[in-house]
C-alpha cells in the first residue's frame, strides 16, 4: 500500500485534483477505508491468523462451490486494504449476500493457501445501495 492511498481525504483544490486524477479503483479503496474506520472496524491487511476481528467491506465475488460432502458458499471481502475470503460451510446461498453489498463480519482469522479466510462470520448486511 502506498503512502498516497493511506492520506486522509484532502479538501479544497489538492483534493479535486486528486479525485480528477486518481482511478476509480484509488477512489472506492478510500472511500472504504474511510468507511471501515467509522464503522470501527479493523483493516484487513494488519489481521493476522488466529485473531477474533471485525472487518467492513464490499463484497467483490460471491461463488456457491459444490463439495463431495459439504456445499460452501465463498465471498472475497474487500476494505480498500485488503481481501478477505468469508467461507460459509454448508450454504448454497444465502439472502443479501451479493457482489457489491456491503457488510461489517466478525471473526477469527485463519489462513488457507495463502489468503486470509473467516469460516462462517457472523455478518450484518448494510442497506442496499
Known sequence: ???????PRAKGLRGMLHRLTASDQELESEELRRDTELAGCVCADTVHR?????????????VYTPRTNLPTLEADLYDGTDLITLVFLGRRH????EPGRGLSVRGRVAVRDG???????YYEL???A
Open 1 to 7: 500500500m502506498s503512502t498516497d492511498q493511506a492520506r
Open 50 to 62: 488466529g485473531e477474533l476481528v471485525n472487518v467492513s467491506g464490499r463484497l467483490r465475488t460471491v
Open 94 to 97: 444465502i439472502n443479501g449476500i
Open 115 to 121: 489468503r486470509k479466510v473467516i469460516y462462517n462470520p
Open 126 to 128: 448494510e442497506a442496499a
